[in-house]
Nanobody, 123 residues
Framework: QVQLVESGGGLAQAGGSLRLSCAAS????????MGWYRQAPEKQRELVAV???????NYADSVKGRFTISRDNAKNTVYLQMNSLKTEGAAVYYC?????????????????WGQGTQVTVHS
């Protein structure tokens, strides 16, 4: 079983910055994809920024140039630096990860979500 624990959400002014962290724990053999999604009230969950299986990054057009995703592989942790925050960026931000975990003598696929962290941006 893999658990994702997010931190770093909170309240920020428009134009300000926040940094989110997500740490994965468990008997993890490898993490292939890891990143951030968000869901605003009455809206669908959407991709914000992710590391793909090939190691590249994908960003939503709405955050390009303002948000930066980074990771510490040794800590199984991914970060999201959010600068120049906008009020429309207020949402619950979720960490997502997928990869392989160890179970007995086997490696099995996993995909999981964190519990979410609230980001509020006021003007």
């Amino acid at each position: 079983q893999v658990q994702l624990v997010e931190s770093g959400g909170g309240l920020a002014q428009a134009g300000g910055s926040l940094r989110l962290s997500c740490a994965a724990s468990g008997i993890i053999f490898s993490i292939n994809t890891m990143g951030w999604y968000r869901q605003a009230p009455e809206k669908q969950r959407e991709l914000v920024a992710v590391f793909t299986k090939g190691g590249s990054t994908n960003y939503a057009d709405s955050v390009k140039g303002r948000f930066t995703i980074s990771r510490d592989n040794a800590k199984n942790t991914v970060y999201l630096q959010m600068n120049s925050l906008k009020t429309e960026g207020a949402a619950v931000y979720y960490c997502q990860a997928g990869g392989l975990l160890g179970r007995g003598s086997r490696l099995i696929d996993f995909a999981c979500w964190g519990q979410g962290t609230q980001v509020t941006v006021h003007s």
